[in-house]
């Protein structure tokens, strides 16, 4: 994922620091966890799961989230009954290329498939985009996942997270050529 300072250039937007409202969602009933559009009331939870998945690598703020949400791009989160928010992702994407933005899931709910039902809905997203994404080097969780997924290295990029100093490496997953005949994916 880029978690490097290019993330973080965004203009501050209007809003943040607007606190959500009550949980709207009080389904209990759901029998596996699902992806759901990323909503404003969301972003304070998410920005609070940066802080402790990234403490170190320049974690986005709600003023970038809202950002973010503001341009269209894809942003999905899987929330528990009552709305708390167990994982989130984004992607942006282009004419033929989309960029996994972020992925992250709360520590207690990590190991329980959340984090590939994430990507998953990202690279559906993406339809037939080649996808890049960049990760630290030493993130073996994150790089499993993505090799799991399809994804391969392609390169390394020095000191790409800040202030960490972490290397990264960029990774993609080619063209999806069923995607693009109109198939599965
Ligand atoms: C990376 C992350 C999103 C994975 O989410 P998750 O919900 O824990 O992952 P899942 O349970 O869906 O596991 C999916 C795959 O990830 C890999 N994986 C997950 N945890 C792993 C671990 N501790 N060690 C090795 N591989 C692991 C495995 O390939 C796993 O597939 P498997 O269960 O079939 O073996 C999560 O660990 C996380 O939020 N980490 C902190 C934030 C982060 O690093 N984000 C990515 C930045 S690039």
Redesign the pocket.
């Known amino acids: 994922?880029t978690?490097a300072t290019q993330r973080h250039g965004h203009p501050e937007p209007m809003g943040s620091g607007i606190t959500r409202p009550m949980p709207v969602q009080p389904l209990s009933t759901r029998p596996t966890p699902q992806t759901e559009p990323m909503e404003w009331w969301d972003i304070e939870q998410v920005a609070a799961l940066e802080i402790g998945?990234?403490p170190t690598d320049s974690p986005w703020t709600s003023a970038m989230f809202w950002s973010e949400l503001a341009a269209g791009h894809h942003y999905v989160v899987v929330r528990a009954p009552g709305g708390v928010v167990h994982?989130y992702?984004g992607l942006a994407s282009g004419d033929d290329e989309a960029e996994?933005q972020?992925?992250?899931?709360?520590?207690e709910?990590?190991?329980?498939?959340?984090?590939?039902?994430?990507?998953e809905d990202l690279l559906a997203a993406a339809g037939p985009r080649r996808v890049l994404?960049?990760?630290?080097t030493d993130?073996?969780?994150?790089?499993?996942?993505?090799?799991?997924c399809g994804f391969t290295r392609i390169g390394l990029r020095r000191r790409y997270y800040q202030p960490s100093g972490a290397d990264a490496y960029t990774m993609d997953r080619p063209p999806n050529e069923d995607a693009a005949r109109g198939g599965q994916q």
């Open positions: 994922m978690k998945l990234f994982g992702a996994v972020t992925i992250g899931v709360a520590p709910r990590q190991g329980h498939g959340i984090g590939r039902l994430l990507l994404l960049d990760v630290r993130n073996l969780p994150a790089i499993k996942l993505y090799e799991s």
